[in-house]
């Protein structure tokens, strides 16, 4: 055989199985008016940024046509994202940032997730997305990954020099120098 036909035969199956789970989740597909089709044709497009992308590796396919509506801008799709994942994230954002500063930099995110981009646009966001993981952790990756620098959280600046710190043998205890034990 040649190593075309092995590689067809590849796809073939690959696609059978996004088929197959694109059946078993058309309750989906139908509340956001998805075709298969339109699930492979996002996929074609995601694999000319991720040539690599294998198809039996798209196991996600819930996520997946969700996120093909959100790329069309579907307003259901839309309001489904923001009742199902805003507040997680804030969530996972909370030990970085504080209560108002971590809801504001996921709405910003969300924001431009949001951004209106023509739906076949190659640089629309959400072609980036080719369900070989959870939607979720997709878009906690988008979140962390444009969290503000280190030394605006909350937690302070960085100090520029160490605190010098010594230890006192006697109690093993640390002790600030200038600072006298009661």
Not at 105 to 111: D, L, N, W, Y
Request: with cysteine; glycine share 4%; net charge positive.
């Amino acid at each position: 055989m040649p190593p075309t036909s092995i590689t067809q035969s590849r796809r073939i199956r690959g696609l059978d199985e996004i088929r197959r789970r694109f059946f078993i989740a058309g309750d989906t597909a139908q509340r956001y008016d998805v075709a298969f089709a339109e699930v492979v044709e996002h996929l074609w497009r995601a694999r000319r940024r991720r040539p690599r992308l294998r198809l039996r590796a798209v196991v996600f396919v819930d996520d997946l046509i969700h996120s093909v509506a959100l790329r069309r801008e579907h307003a259901r799709a839309w309001e489904d994202l923001d009742a199902r994942y805003t507040m997680p994230l804030v969530h996972r954002c909370v030990p970085l940032l504080d209560d108002a500063a971590a809801s504001l930099h996921v709405r910003q995110i969300m924001h431009r997730l949001r951004q209106p981009t023509k739906a076949n646009d190659p640089n629309n966001a959400w072609y980036s997305y080719v369900g070989t993981q959870p939607l979720g952790l997709w878009l906690t990756e988008r979140v962390i990954g444009a969290m503000p620098r280190v030394d605006t959280w909350r937690f302070g600046p960085l100090h520029e020099t160490p605190i010098p710190l010594r230890l006192e043998p006697a109690s093993m205890s640390f002790v600030l120098p200038g600072v006298e034990k009661a």
